[in-house]
């Protein structure tokens, strides 16, 4: 059975930095894209970060780019969300996803995932 389990959330200042934890078990984490996604109240998911299997391919939204930085360490089934200079805006549930790869790329759609997580919640206040 599959379960990614996010932690790392909690409620923050603006400006400040929190790192973020997504541990996979029940799936070969070393084969699978990850990404992490983020839905504030009333809108749609939304897109933040993915990474390639190997861990050298990246990418970023718009919003997300040159604040946070994705990695992994397929040893621990674990992708990590780095996350600085925090906005009020970034407050949302912070979701992250698997899909397993045929290929080291990156997947960005939500659609293209076929695990989630339950999400943990982040509040960046003014």
């Known amino acids: 059975q599959v379960h990614l389990a996010e932690s790392g959330g909690g409620l923050v200042q603006a400006g400040g930095s929190l790192r973020l934890s997504c541990a996979a078990s029940?799936?070969?984490?070393?084969?699978?894209?990850m990404g992490w996604f983020r839905q504030a109240p009333g809108k749609e998911r939304k897109f933040v970060a993915a990474i390639s299997w190997s861990g050298r391919h990246t990418g970023y939204s718009d919003s997300a780019k040159g604040r946070f930085t994705i990695s992994r360490d397929n040893a621990k089934n674990t992708v990590y969300l780095e996350m600085n200079s925090l906005k009020p805006e970034d407050t949302a549930v912070y979701f992250c996803a698997a899909v397993a790869a045929r290929y080291d790329i990156v997947a960005v759609p939500p659609t293209k995932y076929d695990y989630w997580g339950q999400g943990t919640r982040v509040t960046v206040s003014s």
């Open positions: 029940g799936i070969t984490f070393s084969s699978c894209s």
